[in-house]
């Protein structure tokens, strides 16, 4: 018995080194098979496929060439808890090559945009990728009253989700003619010309595929100041200028001898302070034409005790 005891000793040492083995290379394997790089985005270096993106602004409809932006985004924050762009690309098709594993795809044209969680497998799957991104255009001008067309200059669009409930921005400082690419959807139209009160509104719907083209009708004019000392005569120097709305609040305040602005059509009044002289007159604007309004020195006095003039020159 001892000597089968001294033969099967080399033999346990032996089996026990098979197993310690055996679990380190299964050890260094998993370690290698990490079982979270899917969800990374990233897995071992080789292993890497070609995915095409294409998409189109209806189903079934032709594909883009120009204008999208794609983003490639991992699935699971980082430690600050951001998505990390992965790859991203300009223009229409594109052709990414990617590690095997769980992305974020996002395509963007314009305002519109679709995001889609993508898999990207060794073998099997889709190599080509088609997004829908379901948007149009719309492009917006306005005129004062029916016909006469707005300075583009001073004319200026913001567009607001239509949710019913909360209006929320999705653009503003829009300059006319300008294709906006929308998501398909009801929108309402806030156009503002000038820097004063004139706006209208507007509730737009942008269909997917179509480019909508809408002219608002702005209520307003270009209004000039001048006081005279005759009909027809040149602005006098050294006139400040107070334009009050008709409930009598200020809507605005110059110093040039010969102001010019924009108001929505109404009535309002205006007041000239010359030296010591105080002059108004109350005027109505009409959408359209420029109006001139004209003070004549000797007819629109205004009526100003002596207190208030005494108050207004304390300083």
Partial sequence: MYRNRVHALPFARLLVLLTLALCLVTGQ????????????????????RAITL???LT????????????????????????????????G????????????????????????????????????????????GGLVLNATLGDTLPADADKLRFAIYNDSGRQRELVIDDISPQTIVRLREGTYEIVSTYGDLNAETQARLKVRAGEIT???????????????????????????????????????????????????AEGNYTVVARNKQDVYEKSFSVSPGQTQHVE?????DAANVDDQDMSAETVD
């Fill in 29 to 48: 394997a998993m370690a290698q098979a990490d079982p979270f790089a899917p969800m990374r985005g990233t897995a071992t270096p080789g292993d890497k």
């Fill in 54 to 56: 294409q998409a189109s």
């Fill in 59 to 90: 189903e079934g409809g032709g594909l883009m060439q120009d204008g999208l932006t794609w983003r490639v985004f991992t699935t699971v924050p980082d430690a600050r808890g951001q998505l990390q762009l992965v790859a991203s690309a300009e």
């Fill in 92 to 135: 229409g098709i594109q052709t990414l090559t990617l590690p095997v594993g769980d992305y974020f795809i996002n395509c963007a044209f314009g305002r519109a945009s679709t995001t889609r969680r993508v898999s990207v497998e060794r073998t099997g799957g889709d190599d080509t990728l088609t997004f829908v991104l379901n948007a």
């Fill in 213 to 263: 083209e809408a002219t608002l009708k702005q209520h307003a004019a270009v209004v000039t100041l001048k006081l005279v000392a005759e009909a027809g005569g040149e602005a006098l120097a050294d006139t400040a200028w107070t334009v009050l709305g008709a409930s009598g609040d200020v809507l605005t305040e110059s110093g040039s001898v010969y102001p010019t602005m924009i108001l």
């Fill in 295 to 299: 003070l004549l020195i000797s007819e």
